[in-house]
């Protein structure tokens, strides 16, 4: 994307010269329903000060066309000022005012301002995502997140549309067919927050109120928003009541008063990501408002995103890093606080840490060992950079950690911490050095050396239990043996567990202790039996990767799910699925450890991660030669497991859901048509709308559906989300039309909206279907300059790690891979951070599988 880019040595001079004091933004989008219309007109005035009287500086503006430009007063010709993505003006006074007139792009990639017609009534949807650059897609601004600036939005939009943005609107007037929305001007923030939603949106209204330390009340209107099309199914009020005990309980935390006013929480359309943090006008990807049934998981999962988000109004928001390099500073404590005001905040999901051990976890654990990770305070040159670091370094890694710091300093040092970072830095930007300093104050403890080990590094360590005993079956000594490039100190639990009266593995004895070196010793267990299994790193306090000494393993082998507390558990499978990735334990006993033990896995989200993992250990880590029989096993196991579950039951759909992931044969495909045309029932099993189109898949992927059946289904749910599974089906078709229309949509034209580029991707690269896939290898590889060149971030991204040949685990494919990066020393380095990460999967699952083979 030349021309595009920012680097921080630019923001760095831009910020040490320039005082943004304030931006009017006023955007028409009355054309927003005429598909015909590609732009809409964007007018910015900026006021802002130069302490260099004289300099030269630019805006950043990403727009079809600019229609003037005035500087203090001068008009300066936009052929010469503006170069497509920057507007530069010279001789700056001390005091300035620049407008930009511009028609913008309505988007359909996500990023920018998003246009979305609604199928199932022809309604259209507008919103705004802007992080970490995009905002200079819809208005001119300074786009880096340290000239902060109060922002005062005007839109003029159909006169039937709600339209909401930061702040509060002041006044609503019509002129014909539109009404126009003036906001009330916003607290200090950073561009990229900056949002508008606009459309003919459903709201459901709440308020929440309390009672200040200085007896003044906090008043703040709440809303809840989605398409109209979506509104039977939105549960506005679990959402809202899952915000009032969020905002109870970061404001007892945070002793800081919520600072943005009104809280709107709007659910939108092909949205990118999981949910924006935009004060008081936070976004979501409008899955979460669930058409069918879903499990418990999800909704956890949706509550943990909406307090992450809201801890994001002090995290982020109120201080905000300086530059991308701190990411983490808000990214990883939200995460952290998404898990902890779960818990904390008194919501029904109360084993948020055990699906935090088990799959965020993993997500870091992942990428940590790419050849590109990174410490989680990154190097962050520009903002290809920066887009690349929503990461699972930055997000999981990094609460991870905040969790160690949790325990090693204590919360209440943690917590006066947060309090005085935000009186300290309210509305600023900060540093990684500004938050020690405060941490180093309330824990009394010197930091440096810690952050050094665990922000300032990359890597993760592995710890392995050293165990002796005697004749009689006593401890002697049991050592913690660590691992890795940077040795650091780990505040440990060290759990033994054995068998009670019932059959259950319980905790005998729990050890709490600092682990540092390569060798700490755990003294207190000398003279106690050896126990059945030793866990480290039991509750989870630490991030590392956990072995075990062989008869633990043992125990797991014939016990796993044994283990009667859900966090331990789910630490053991975690730990399992970690030998398996390692290629020390072979992906068929990880696959029969699965079989023998999901079925009574109780937390359902970590019994679906195990169906991702077990999918993944036979697609990728098995031997070929066993792979016919792995699937056939899953299949079988998961038909066993559906018909032995609970009438109703969450399990009974994960299961049902993993069936139509496994069918192959024809007893198990045979059941999927039966469920569709309701000729087979399983008691409890509502095969709702969500349920059917998996059902579809299964049998668009096995080459039983037709076309004429799959747009039948499409004819009965003509939705959002209809589209999207319908275009993944028709993709996901094992014949070599299919992939060459899956492919060519996607690669050939951009056109196509997010939603369904990645719609089609999924469908293209079934991992059954390599054969067909394998011969887009190599066109692969020769079009990923251009793509990277020509696409905008978010669809090449997509686009590099979907299409990159995952299927084809071979000696050859490692080799083109290999081929490539050699031959392009200087592609972009997001886009060769990309491609290594995928090559490092590949060689990983080449090693995996020579494990299960021998
Ligand atoms: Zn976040």
Known sequence: ????????????????????????????????????????????????????????????????????????????????AYDGARVHVDGLAADNVLTVEADCAYSRTGEGLHRFTDPADGETYLYT???????????????????????TF?????????????????????????????????????????????????????????????????DIPLSALCRKSLAPYFDADEILGVTKLGLDFFHERFAYPYPFGKYDQAFVPEYNIGAMENPGCVTFREEFVFRSKVTDAAYEGRANVVLHEMAHMWFGDLVTMRWWDDLWLKESFADFMGSYGLVGAGTRYQSAWVTFANQRKAWAYRQDQFPTTHPITADIRDLEDAKL??????????????????????????????????????????????????LEETSGRDLKSWAAAWLQTAGVNTLTPQLTADAEGRITELAVLQDGDVLRPHRVAVGLYDRDA????????????????????????????????????????????????????????????????????????SAVWNLTRDA??????????????????????????????????????????????????????????????????????????????????????????????????????????????????????????????????????????????????????????????????????????????????????????????????????????????????EIAMRIVGGFFPQAQVDEATLAEADAWLTGHPDAAPALRRLVLERRDDLARALRAQACDRA
């Open 1 to 80: 994307m030349p021309g595009k880019n920012l680097s921080r040595d630019e923001a760095q001079q831009r910020a040490s010269i320039l005082t943004v004091d304030g931006y009017r933004v006023r955007l028409d989008v009355t054309s927003a329903p005429d598909p015909a219309a590609a732009t809409f007109r964007s007018t910015t005035t900026i006021a802002f000060r130069c302490a260099e009287p004289g300099a030269s500086t630019f805006v950043d503006l990403l727009a079809p066309a600019v229609r003037a430009v005035t500087l203090n007063g001068r008009a300066l010709d936009p052929a010469t």
């Open 129 to 151: 995502h802007y992080e970490p650059a995009d905002a200079r897609r819809v208005f001119a601004t300074f786009e880096q997140p340290d000239l902060k600036a109060p922002f």
């Open 154 to 218: 005007t839109v003029t939009a159909p006169a039937a549309w709600d339209v909401r943005s930061n702040a509060a609107h002041e006044a609503v007037t019509a002129e014909g067919a539109a009404r126009t929305w003036e906001f009330a001007p916003t607290k200090p923030i950073s561009t990229y927050l900056t949002a508008v939603v606009a459309g003919p949106y459903h709201v459901a209204r709440d308020h929440y109120s309390r009672t200040l330390d200085d007896g003044t009340v906090l």
């Open 389 to 438: 670091n929503f990461d699972g370094i930055t997000y999981a890694k990094g609460a991870s950690v905040l969790k160690q710091l949790v325990a090693y300093a204590g919360a209440e040092a943690f917590f006066e911490g947060a309090r005085r970072y935000f009186q300290r830095h309210a509305f600023g930007n900060t540093e990684l050095a500004d938050l020690l300093d405060i």
């Open 502 to 573: 019932d059959g259950a593995l319980v905790r005998t004895a729990r050890f709490e202790l600092d682990v540092t070196g390569a060798r700490t010793v755990v003294a207190e267990a000398v003279g106690r039996t050896r126990p059945a299994l030793v866990l480290l790193n039991d509750d989870d306090l630490t991030y590392c990767k956990i072995r075990f000494d062989e008869e633990s393993l043992e125990t797991l082998r014939s016990g796993l799910g044994d283990i009667k507390d859900d966090l331990a558990r789910a630490l053991a499978w």
């Open 584 to 793: 020390l334990m072979p992906a068929r006993d990880y696959v029969a450890l699965v079989l023998r033990f999901a079925g009574q896995e109780g937390n359902i989200g970590v019994l679906q991660s195990l169906h991702t993992q077990a999918k993944g250990a036979v697609d990728l880590y098995a031997d070929p030669a066993w792979r016919g029989e792995g699937g056939r096993l899953l299949a079988d196991g998961a038909l066993r497991e559906l018909r032995a579950a609970a009438p109703g039951s969450d399990h009974q759909l994960a299961w049902a859901r993993f069936l139509a992931q496994t069918a192959n044969g024809s007893e198990h495909l045979g059941l999927v048509r039966g469920l569709l045309a309701g000729t087979a029932r399983i008691d409890g099993l509502e095969v709702d709308q969500e349920l059917r189109w998996a059902l579809w898949l299964a049998l668009a992927a096995t080459g039983q559906a037709t076309e004429e059946e799959l747009a039948g289904e499409l004819a009965a749910d003509n939705t959002a989300s209809g589209r999207r599974q319908h275009t993944q089906c028709l993709a996901a078709r094992p014949t070599p039309e299919a992939k060459a229309a899956g492919w060519s949509a996607v690669i050939d034209s951009d056109e196509l909206p997010n939603a369904l580029v990645e719609a089609n991707i999924a469908g293209f690269a079934v991992p059954a279907h390599r054969d067909l896939t394998a011969l887009y290898a190599a066109p692969y590889f020769k079009l990923l300059e251009r793509v990277w060149a020509e696409r905008t971030i």
